[in-house]
């Protein structure tokens, strides 16, 4: 069934079904949702871990129109998430524009519309395309000598296998990022035990979580006013962290808090303390936040190894020292191909030029959202907009504001497109990555995702939230052209 429509919007996260909610409430209902799998929630869908929860404060992390009284933590956890994504789905009227099992594998622009190709044959055209994939939802799984040998149960965290019982098994866990953390702590009372493979300890401090009572969430719902108050607080907390961001030097502040931390829980394993204290600065990779990490590293069914990963064999996990960790399970916490969210996608824009060509170097957009030579392309989550302190669904309704204000102008001035120009989106990431030269990100001491191969950040917004949602709140007209 091929289909024209005035907007696609690719994938039904945060990202999607925000830009479906404001398309439909500006009355610009003409429009589909197409999904590669069968049903919403994206990120919140795939990632079903056990411990898998959000790291922001669920106030900040949902959309400002669409707040949600009745969240029982305020660190809500993935099941909740994913909930809250399914009845803004049914809230808003969203079922009948979404399309599932439609992989997307090509967009092209014909002159006046994108063709957007999926993976079943099917195509939608449509004048406009909302780009919701999200930069982190491709598995990064390490290419490790022997994998193929092992005789055990092996899968990433994002594609948890339920049908694996761990109770009583051996297991091995690569990876100590945001996923790993939440996990660790959850399998480890009841596996035989556990080895975990640790490559660069990460910074990690207490979680403030804590269960929402009953009483004070009938109190957001009588009085929506004071949960919009509880927001702003913790928006405006969170923004504090940007100063140290952008000064690495103020982050010896939150560093200490971290230090002081490890001390607390290691003072009687300074072989442990040793093993687990990180050699870079604080924030210049993401900060983890966990309440029972550290005390399930205690435990004596756990091994923590820092020996890098040499091969795996049919039994076991061989390091560098020539140990072979016997197991029978290996899960991989390794993250995710960054940015790589459209790198399985051929898209064609004007004068057939490829996207593929144009970021040959490395993604780049003008304030991570549009791309020089693709018009009425609007990408959430762009080059450029992730962060370390705050909620991704802050910047993911700042876009939806710019997409709103796009579509009005070329609607106002009788185009076809909208499509940036190629000198201002150059200047804009100039000033990008001046902003982030001295930032802790780049100069922090460590590795990340947020750096590419060549060292250029092309993941982290580099300022306040504000400030993005400031520049995004309209269009800027001289930096684009209207299509004709
Ligand atoms: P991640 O932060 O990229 O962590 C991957 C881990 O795997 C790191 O410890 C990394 O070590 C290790 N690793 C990668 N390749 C390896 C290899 N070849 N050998 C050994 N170790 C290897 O991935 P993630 O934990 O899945 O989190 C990804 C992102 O998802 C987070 O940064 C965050 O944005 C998001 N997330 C958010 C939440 C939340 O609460 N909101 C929860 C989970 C995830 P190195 O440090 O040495 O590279």
Redesign the pocket.
């Known amino acids: 069934m091929n289909e024209t429509v005035d907007v696609a919007i690719v994938g039904s996260g945060f990202a999607g079904l925000g830009a479906a909610v404001r398309l439909a409430e500006a009355g610009r209902g003409d429009f589909v949702i197409l999904e590669k799998g069968e049903s919403v929630g994206g990120t919140w869908r795939d990632n079903t871990y056990p411990g898998c929860?959000?790291?922001?404060q669920s106030h900040l992390y949902s959309f400002s129109f669409a707040p949600n009284p009745n969240w029982t933590r305020n660190f809500a956890r993935q099941p909740e998430i994913r909930a809250y994504l399914e009845s803004l789905t049914d809230r808003y009227g969203l079922r009948d524009r979404l399309r599932f099992g439609r992989e997307i594998t090509g967009l092209e622009w014909d002159g006046s519309r994108w063709e957007v190709r999926s993976a079943d044959g099917e195509v939608v055209h449509a004048r406009a395309v909302v780009w919701g994939t999200g930069p982190?939802h491709i598995p990064?799984l390490?290419e490790i000598e022997g994998l193929d040998e092992f005789t055990g149960a092996v899968f990433h965290?994002?594609r948890w296998d339920h049908d694996r019982d761990l109770r009583g098994r051996r297991v091995a866990v690569?990876?100590?990022?945001?996923?790993?953390i939440?996990f660790v702590p959850q399998i480890q009372p009841e596996v035989a035990s556990l080895t975990l493979?640790?490559?660069?300890a990460?910074w990690v401090l207490p979680k403030p979580d804590r269960e929402i009572p009953g009483l004070l969430r009938r109190i957001y719902q009588a009085l929506p006013l004071v949960q919009r108050l509880q927001r702003a607080i913790i928006y405006g907390r969170n923004e504090m962290l940007v100063g140290g961001f952008l000064k690495p030097a103020r982050m010896k502040i939150i560093e200490g808090f971290a230090r002081a931390y490890l001390d607390r829980k290691f003072a009687d394993r300074p072989d442990l303390k040793a093993k687990l204290t990180p050699d870079f600065t604080i924030g210049c990779?993401?900060i983890l936040m966990s309440n029972d990490y550290y005390s399930a590293l205690k435990r004596d069914n756990v091994a923590v190894v820092t020996d890098g990963?040499e091969r795996v064999t049919a039994t076991g996990v061989v390091t560098a020292d020539g140990v072979e960790h016997e197991v029978d399970t290996i899960i991989f916490?390794?993250?995710?191909r960054v940015g790589e969210g459209m790198g399985t996608v051929a898209v064609t824009g004007r004068d057939g030029v490829k996207l593929d060509d144009v970021w040959a170097d490395g993604p780049e957009a003008l304030l991570g959202t549009t791309v020089a030579g693709f018009p009425n392309l609007f990408m959430m989550i762009g080059p450029n907009t992730g962060l370390g302190h705050s909620s991704m669904v802050y910047m993911i309704e700042s876009q939806t504001s710019f997409l709103l204000d796009a579509l009005r102008l070329v609607d106002a001035h009788g185009a076809t497109a909208l499509d940036t120009r190629r000198d201002r989106q150059d200047a804009f990431n100039v000033e990008v990555q001046r902003r982030l030269e001295g930032s802790v990100w780049n100069t922090g001491g460590c590795?990340?995702?947020y750096l590419d191969a060549q060292g250029n950040n092309r993941t982290v917004w580099p300022g306040y939230t504000f400030d993005y949602r400031r520049r995004t709140r309209k269009v800027n007209l001289p930096d684009h052209e209207l299509v004709h």
Do not use: M
Not at 197 to 200: A, I, L, P, S
Not at 333 to 336: L, Q, R, S
């Open positions: 929860a959000c790291d922001v982190l990064s390490p965290s994002s690569i990876g100590t990022g945001a996923s790993a939440q493979f640790q490559r660069t990460p990779k993401r990963i916490g390794t993250g995710f590795k990340s995702w």
